[in-house]
């Protein structure tokens, strides 16, 4: 499924292993956000997410581990914001 203007996911605790790739742009009034549940502790392992064209979208409370780049912003990719992650911590 596509994401739409004013969309939140909500991870749930866990490890996730698929790398991503985020094409879907939100708007400056309703950007798109992924964040972690109330409570959860969802890690990001190994992987590369990649923010090709995607704009006005909010990242937040993500932990990324064990990856050489944890976010890609392709050229096009603008007005995006990252809050609270972790990333790339080795362990």
């Not at 109330?38 to 937040?60: D, F, M």
Request: glycine share 8%; hydrophobic share 40%.
């Amino acid at each position: 499924g596509r994401l739409e203007p004013g969309d939140t996911v909500y991870m749930a605790e866990g490890t996730y292993e698929e790398a991503v790739t985020l094409t879907d742009s939100g708007t400056a009034d309703r950007p798109i956000v992924i964040r972690s549940a109330e409570g959860q502790e969802p890690v990001i392992l190994g992987v590369t997410w990649k923010l090709k064209s995607a704009s006005h979208l909010v990242l937040r409370d993500l932990t990324f581990r064990d990856c050489s780049a944890a976010l890609y912003f392709g050229r096009d990719a603008s007005a995006n914001l990252v809050r609270g992650a972790s990333s790339c911590s080795a362990f």
